[in-house]
């Protein structure tokens, strides 16, 4: 297996892809990113790059917020990393970042009269919340509102604010922290959506809840639909309702579906995995492996057969 980054239009190994010290991204935070899970299933030799158009779509969507100049197309974007992750070789789970950014070697806080570009790389990388449930905490950082800096757009900067609340936890015993909005109403973990399980119904913040509309997030609403008959209520969350919920459980790109054991110190129903979290678990994970022909659409084949 050899490392590489598609770099200036161009694949290079990885240890040559660096940016100069004045560049203005790592200054100002000026840059969007996505991250998009390649998912390796043993028996077809095969790694599954899942949701990859979603991904690039709203990668296009941030760089309108950030006039962020990206001349590839959804469609071009998805060809560079099919190629990348293909010259790399990996057969394992790996987890690819594309970051569109201001790339001018100049200091000054804007965002007009600053060239662009766009870089990817991928690595292998296993669960991000490497435990069988969670213990969450509500954070003392509050998400910030959409005229402060708008969630819906995966921004650089923006996700000081994640690692000051994961921070927090992890510093306080916890495996994660939940976010609550400005009005006090629940948005979301520092890289996770959450979902509630209340009367047999999924429970989650709505899009104005600050949140960031996560593709994972999409994906469970419509597999707990089709393969499930739940529906899914999208709507304001009150804190309380966390600690009186049957089940929660967080979703992300990294994180997959985690299941929340407890929060402040409160178990969540009988502490274990819930019975709708894990029959969602076990169908994601198999829809996202390429196992599912119902929902291959989601997933690109990166090797040949």
């Known amino acids: 297996m050899s490392a590489y980054a598609y770099f200036h239009k161009e694949f290079v190994p990885f240890s040559e892809a660096k940016l100069g010290v004045m560049t203005h991204c790592i200054h100002y935070g000026t840059a969007v990113f996505e991250g998009i899970r390649g998912n390796w299933n043993r028996e077809q030799k095969q790694i599954h790059l899942f949701r990859l158009k979603e991904h690039f779509h709203r990668l296009h969507q941030g760089c309108k917020v950030l006039k962020i100049d990206l001349p590839q197309t959804i469609d071009e974007l998805c060809q560079i990393t099919i190629e990348l992750v293909e010259k790399c070789g990996f057969k394992e ?11 001018t ?8 009269n600053l060239d662009s570009d766009l870089l990817i790389f991928a690595i292998p990388w296993g669960p991000y919340l490497d435990v069988d449930t969670a213990k ?10 959409d005229n402060v800096i708008p969630p819906l757009a995966k921004c650089t900067g923006l996700y000081i604010n ?31 959506n959450i979902f509630l399980v209340i009367d047999d119904k999924l429970v989650t913040p709505a899009g104005y809840n600050n949140i960031l509309i996560g593709i994972t997030r999409n994906t469970v609403i419509e597999l707990a639909k089709q393969e499930l008959g739940l529906t899914t209520v999208e709507r304001p969350v009150d804190r309380s309702e966390l600690y009186m919920a049957q089940e929660c459980f967080l979703t992300g790109t990294a994180a997959h579906i985690t299941p929340v054991a407890e929060v402040d110190h409160r178990q969540i129903g009988n502490g274990e995995i819930g019975e709708i979290t894990g029959k969602l678990q076990k169908i994601y994970a198999e829809v996202i492996r390429g196992k599912n022909p119902k929902y291959l659409d989601w997933c690109t084949p990166v090797y040949a057969k």
């Open 93 to 103: 789970d790996i987890y690819i970042r594309p970051l569109a950014y201001k790339s």
């Open 105 to 112: 070697e100049a200091l000054g806080v804007r965002l007009y």
């Open 136 to 145: 969450c905490c509500i954070s003392s950082w509050r998400r910030p509102d």
């Open 162 to 192: 994640n690692a000051l609340a994961k921070t927090e936890a992890i510093e306080n015993g916890y495996d994660e922290a939940i976010m609550l909005t400005p009005d006090g109403h629940v948005s979301e973990g520092s890289g996770e």
